[in-house]
């Protein structure tokens, strides 16, 4: 069974702070996906990353940074958290040749 | 480029009622199409799909049908349950692309 696993399920932060999101899955799978969700916007895609240390920019990248220095893992970085960022963070892989979105069980932060 | 749109709006209706919710798309390729459940709390979960034209995809009593000429994929379900209350998302990918592309979502509350 695929499996992607999310650090923590709930965050609250304090504006300005910098903060860490992990994302880690226990294939080989090359695709991996960080979207924040928000009422009323559906999932919005932030960043992406198709191999080691690639990455590239989603819908809205800005305030958001990304690291994935090895295969299972893709770091989501908010260099200076603003309470705008408040929201629900998901993960997620291709998995299937490709074809189909598998999903962690989401961060909820809360940014005060 | 890529986009799906769904009907705006949660939705509320009685237990045993029959639920559509519609989901149409607009796509440079030929996508794969897909609806996803999320429970509360939880993150994303794959509910059904369809690969090509006039597939039919099901799954826990839910359907939905690939059609291509009215470029649509909407989810319905002959009698719900107080258990499919969640948000429902449609989504694609272009095989190649790499990218899904999300509908905002709906609320579904079904009522004992």
């Known amino acids: 069974d695929v499996k992607v696993t999310q650090s923590s399920r709930y965050l609250v932060k304090r504006t300005g702070e910098k903060v860490f999101l992990e994302c880690v899955q226990d294939?080989?799978?090359?695709?991996m996906f960080w979207y924040r969700q928000d009422p009323g916007l559906g999932l919005r895609l932030i960043y992406f990353?198709?191999?080691?240390?690639?990455?590239e920019k989603g819908d809205i990248p800005e305030g958001y940074s990304v690291s994935r220095e090895k295969k299972e893992r893709f770091s989501l970085i908010l260099e200076s958290a603003s309470t705008n960022q408040t929201s629900m963070y998901l993960c997620a892989i291709l998995v299937r040749g490709n074809t189909e979105a598998f999903f962690g069980q989401g961060t909820r932060l809360t940014v005060v | 480029g890529n986009s799906v749109t769904q009907m705006e709006g949660p939705v509320t209706l009685s237990e045993e009622a029959f639920l559509t919710i519609n989901c149409t798309y607009t796509?440079?390729?030929?996508?794969?199409l897909f609806w996803y459940v999320q429970y509360p709390g939880e993150g994303l979960q794959l509910l059904l799909k369809a690969t090509k034209a006039d597939d039919k995809g099901s799954n826990k009593g839910f359907e939905a049908t690939y059609r291509k000429e009215t470029t649509s994929f909407h989810l319905e379900k002959g009698s719900v349950q107080v258990s499919d209350s969640a948000v429902y998302f449609c989504?694609?990918?272009?095989?190649?692309?790499?990218?899904?592309?999300f509908g905002k979502g709906n609320q579904v509350v079904v009522i004992p």
């Open positions: 796509a440079t390729g030929y996508p794969s």
């Open positions: 989504a694609l990918i272009i095989y190649g692309n790499n990218r899904l592309a």
């Open positions: 294939m080989d799978h090359e695709n």
């Open positions: 990353s198709y191999d080691v240390k690639m990455k």
